[in-house]
C-alpha cells in the first residue's frame, strides 16, 4: 500500500493528522513493544512519542515524501529501530561498567577525574541550555522526578508535554555538546 504523506503534510490539517496518527496507534505500539521486546509501558510509551517526532520532522524535513508501506508499518519501524538503538547504548553503558570493576586504584582514580570532566562539560552545556530545559532535565535526572512529578512541579498540562519536552531538550544538550566538545 502506498501513501502519499507529502499532499497530507501540505494539508492544512497537517496537525490533526499527526494528532490522529498518534491517537491511533499509541495503544497498539505499547502493546506491541511489550508482547514482541518485554518493553517497560514508560519506556515504550517514551519510544512512542520519540518515533512520533521523527515521523514529524521527516515529513517537514521532504525526507518522507511517500510511503511504500502505511503509516502504521513506517512508525513501528522508527519505534522499533529507536528501542534497539537504546538497547545497545544500555549494554554498552554495562558492559563499560563491567569491565572497570577490574581495574587498579590508579585507573579508577584516573577514570573518575576524566567523568568529572566529562560531567563538568556536560554542566556547562547545561547551564546554557535555558532554565526551562535546564529545569525539566535536573528534575527528571538529578532529583529522579516522574514525568507527572515534573508537570505538576511546572504546571505543564500532563506527563506527555514533559516527555516530549525533555526530549527536545535532550537533543538540544547533546547537540550543543557536540558543536563544543565534539565527540559523542
Known amino acids: ?17 499527526i494528532e490522529s496518527i ?24 517514551e519510544i512512542y512519542q520519540v518515533a512520533i517526532v521523527i515521523v514529524y520532522e521527516n515529513i517537514i524535513a521532504g525526507k518522507l515524501k511517500e510511503l511504500k508501506s502505511s503509516i502504521k508499518t ?21 558492559h563499560d561498567w563491567d569491565f572497570n570493576l577490574g581495574e587498579d586504584e590508579q585507573d579508577k582514580k584516573e577514570l573518575s577525574e576524566e567523568r568529572e570532566r566529562e560531567v563538568n562539560k556536560v554542566m556547562h552545556c547545561l547551564n546554557e541550555l535555558g532554565e526551562k530545559c535546564k529545569g525539566i532535565l535536573q528534575m527528571y535526572y538529578y532529583q529522579n522526578l516522574t514525568m507527572e512529578e515534573i508537570a505538576a512541579a511546572l504546571d505543564y498540562k500532563n506527563a506527555d508535554t514533559v516527555k516530549n519536552l525533555k526530549y527536545k531538550c535532550m537533543n538540544r544538550l547533546r547537540n550543543m555538546f557536540k558543536e563544543k566538545y565534539g565527540g559523542r
Open 22 to 45: 498518534y491517537k491511533d496507534f499509541r495503544e497498539e505500539f505499547i502493546q506491541w513493544m511489550y508482547k514482541t521486546y518485554s518493553c517497560p509501558k514508560d519506556d515504550a510509551v
Open 74 to 94: 513506517y512508525l513501528f519501524g522508527v519505534g522499533k529501530n529507536k528501542y534497539l538503538e537504546r538497547r545497545r547504548e544500555r549494554s554498552r553503558f554495562i
Open 1 to 17: 500500500m502506498k501513501e502519499n504523506v507529502t499532499a497530507e503534510v501540505k494539508d492544512a490539517s497537517m496537525y490533526g493528522s
